[in-house]
């Protein structure tokens, strides 16, 4: 009985210990990914959206002259149109890479060419992060 009960606390524990919670819990905890920049810096990409349990409803690839980055947003394009949802919702997180993204507007589904889906996290998982923001932090 001593030692099962042994086993149960140890397999307890080691459960315990390799599930770390994520940093976003809810949209007002975005700001802690540039909070905590340094962890996500020249990492890829898909560390970081691990990190963020609210879905992102809309994601926008954008290419300057040397810079690329993704605009994330946690309201549908319907919902920022009509200025609907949370204040907290209305938070933008912009997060640049390394490397050059392949976003063409013309080749995303016709009427959803801002939706966030799967397949796009796993496309531009491996790029590495090179600064974060965001923008609307929740009010006090």
Sequence with gaps: MKNILKFLVLAFLMINMGCKAQMV?????????????QQF??????????????????????????YQYFSFRFRTREQWKK???????????????KEPIDWKYEKRPKGNELLWTKEDAEKYGNLRVTLIKVINQPKE
Excluded: H, S
Aim: aromatic share 8%; no cysteine; net charge negative.
């Design 83 to 97: 200025n609907e949802g949370d204040w907290e919702d209305r938070v933008t997180l912009y997060v640049y890479v």
């Design 25 to 37: 819990k809810t949209t007002r905890d975005v700001y802690q990914l540039k909070t905590n920049e």
């Design 41 to 66: 810096l020249n990492k890829p990409l898909k560390d970081l959206l691990k990190e963020i349990k609210p879905e992102i409803k809309t994601a926008d690839g954008n290419i300057g002259e040397g």
